[in-house]
């Protein structure tokens, strides 16, 4: 993709793009011009929700696609759906992600297959379906990884590995789509505290860590994820941290 000032006439495809940081890169693209294709798994009263804000801003430049991205053929299903409806694909986001603990001697095989599906099986098998629209256009990949792709997290053997499978993935595609596919990674840190709770002296714990001394936000891997799909044209096979630091002191 060439450098532009701004994303007009371009169409991307973000995964798990509803709620949380998705839909906080979802409405930071759509402003610097780009037309979103949302996919969600079951969250459709905030898909409509964000869609309807987006669409007054801007009519016709937002379409919403449900599917489970665990369920096999589901990548090319996903993908036949927005090359119909859209016509062509400049940039895929692979967002959609599961989290939650899995302690050693609780890990089943349910855990396995939601984990790894969600966090690695589907964005190598969407990047290959989409790989052939994107080639077209001098298209963009990024995958949400994880900090924790590279430092283990307690009680997440099953988690972190898939985004370590995942960090591996994002570059060995850089050199296979290359040259005609730039694909990069964003590794967030403390940005959003999980949905089912922390403790504030966890939170404070991890804050200290953090060379800024202070949590990120999800605007933060926004504008990461801006600069690299708009502004790094010489950009490809690279991970950027987005964590205030904090991979400066493990």
Known sequence: MAKTDNLNNRYVLITGGAKRIGATVCRTLHANGANIALHYRSSSTDAEALADKLLAIRPDS???FAGDLTEVGSAAKLMDAVLARCGRLDVLINNASTFYPTPVGTITEAHWDDLVGTNL???LFLCQA???ALRKHDGVIINMVDIHARRPLKDHPVYGPAKAGLAMLTLSLAKELAPEIRVNGVAPGAILWPSDG??????ESIVRQLPLARAGGPE???AAILYLVRDATYVSGQILAVDGGRSVGW
């Open 62 to 64: 937002v379409a919403l």
């Open 198 to 203: 922390i403790t504030d002296d966890a939170k």
């Open 130 to 132: 989409a790989a052939p």
């Open 121 to 123: 099986k589907a964005p």
């Open 220 to 222: 933060d891997i926004a």
